[in-house]
């Protein structure tokens, strides 16, 4: 069974937040196991969440959970060592529901 690499340290950006409306959908709600909660972007191509982990991680299996009508058609994982550029590992293609998606 996988275990999560995401902890407290981890540091996490995102590309935009719906209506910029925080409280409501903020990065905080993209780790806090409350399935009543999500972080929601603005409309638009290319949203993103980026994360830094305080160690060097070796991602085995990615986990997401989209609400339904609202997934990414095209997606992709990249990566790299800190300070190095993004490298392309691979692209995934998430079905258009609200249940949990694992990916690898």
């Known amino acids: 069974m996988a275990v999560s690499l995401v902890c407290c340290d981890t ?31 603005d409309q638009g191509d290319q949203q993103w969440v ?18 339904g009508g609202f997934s990414g058609k095209s997606c992709k ?9 993004l490298e392309h590992i691979v692209d995934f293609y998430p079905e258009d529901n609200n249940s949990l998606q694992i990916s690898f």
Request: charged share 30%; with cysteine.
């Open 11 to 41: 540091q996490s950006r995102v590309s935009s937040v719906l209506n910029r409306d925080v409280k409501q959908f903020g990065k905080k709600f993209l780790f806090d196991s409350n399935e009543e909660t999500c972080w929601s972007s």
């Open 77 to 85: 994982l990249e990566g790299c060592s800190k300070e190095a550029n």
């Open 50 to 67: 980026l994360l830094e982990f305080p160690i060097l991680v070796k991602v085995s299996e990615l986990r997401l959970q989209f609400q």
